[in-house]
């Protein structure tokens, strides 16, 4: 449940009737094709969804943590590749937001405003999990970067209007030598790969995007050189208590779907939901549903008030990402044969919610995370 106040309220009333009347059946022919739904999430970014968290004083709504919150977990309840088109434009604002100058936030908040979309390109193909060990290098060419190397799983890669980027500036510092960089779409040497033919969020644009001699101007540097490792992850930080989110919504899907067949599925001359059993599986999928919500609340909380969040969003992601896949399992279960079937949505479910045990860092490197918070350096 979200405490919200009365716009709040009728935010949450419109993207809702939005994902009923125009998401959530039509997006089930798009998941099969593997089709990216353009005009469904032109539609979104026309109510403003790519940009729930732009600042009010760059343009945006200025809406609380909690409310869009509220409005990323009804997207996901409906199709979790719109939430995650949705919250990657979001994503890419947020190291401009944390290390960026004025006039880039703007100009990204300018972008997503107009109807566009954000990508953020970190991960590449023999590093994964390991951001220190990115291939991508930027070489100072009097007052320009050049930009050569190829980042992988890009969401919005094929789509988006702006790109952050992490290059090396300096391989001889490791961590300490890379560096961050805003770049628009159409840049020479800037190009996209073919799209990731995925398990799950089917609805999602996912591609390599690929720098060939691609040169920008120093200003489009976010932050000092050799910061954009710290940036990146601690806008991974803020951000994996909104995947909590988003995995919550996929988990609310599943209760509601397992609630309404066990009252209509008739077995033994009654429906299943009077089967204590039924009813036991449902209840412990609701515990799970509500602890991921709260969980991310609260993670989202911290942040606001500007105490220590990192441990806490680590949590949030990792518990909601590992119990969406079990309750997405519950909810097959429940429906039995059916639950197998393409004809129900518990099986799209399943598929979509193991990405949650893998974007946006590894629920193993979340438990990385939480253990040296708990446990310290010794």
């Not at 790519?50 to 997207?75: C, D, F, I, Q, R």
């Not at 992850?233 to 609310?252: F, K, N, P, S, V």
């Not at 549903?289 to 949030?316: C, D, V």
Request: some cysteine; proline content about 2%.
């Amino acid at each position: 449940m979200y405490i919200l106040d009365e716009e709040g309220k009728d935010l949450l009333a419109t993207v809702k009737e939005f994902c009923e009347k125009e998401v959530k059946e039509q997006c089930k022919a798009y998941d099969e094709s593997g089709e990216w739904p353009k005009d469904i999430n032109d539609k979104a970014c026309e109510m403003g969804l790519n940009a729930l968290e732009v600042p009010e004083e760059y343009g945006g709504l200025g809406l609380s943590k909690n409310t869009y919150a509220a409005l990323y977990e009804e997207m996901s309840k409906a199709d979790a590749g719109l939430f995650t088109t949705m919250s990657a434009s979001n994503l890419a604002m947020k190291p401009l937001l944390i290390a960026g100058r004025k006039d880039q936030i703007q100009r990204a908040a300018d972008l997503l405003l107009g109807g566009g979309y954000g990508a953020f390109c970190l991960t590449e193909p023999m590093a994964g999990s390991d951001a220190s060990n990115n291939k991508t290098v930027a070489v100072k060419d009097g007052d320009d970067y050049i930009i050569n190397g190829r980042k992988c799983f890009i969401t919005n890669g094929g789509i988006a209007d702006f790109y952050i980027v992490t290059a090396m500036t300096d391989k001889t510092k490791g961590v300490k030598g890379m560096s961050a960089f805003l770049v628009e779409k159409g840049t020479k040497g800037l190009s996209s790969g073919n799209e990731e033919n995925k398990m799950g969020i089917r609805t999602s644009n996912t591609t390599d995007v690929i720098f060939e001699d691609m040169r920008v101007p120093a200003s489009a540097m976010i932050g000092a050189e050799g910061t954009g490792f710290k940036t990146c992850m601690e806008t991974l930080d803020i951000t994996r208590a909104l995947m909590g989110i988003g995995a919550t919504g996929i988990m609310q899907r599943c209760v509601d779907e397992a609630v309404a067949y066990s009252k209509q599925r008739i077995t033994f001359g009654q429906p299943i939901g009077k089967f204590q059993a039924i009813q036991f599986m449902i209840a412990d999928m609701e515990i799970k549903t509500e602890t991921a919500r709260q969980m991310s609340l609260h993670a989202l909380k911290l942040q606001e008030l500007g105490l220590p969040y990192s441990k806490e969003s680590a949590i949030a992601k990792c518990y909601a990402g590992d119990m969406a896949v079990k309750v997405a399992l519950d909810a097959i279960q429940i429906l039995g044969g059916y639950g197998y079937s393409r004809e129900y949505p518990v099986e799209k479910l399943l598929r979509d919610a193991k990405i949650f045990q893998l974007y946006e860092g590894t629920n193993q490197i979340q438990r990385v995370v939480i253990s040296r918070s708990v446990m310290g350096k010794f």
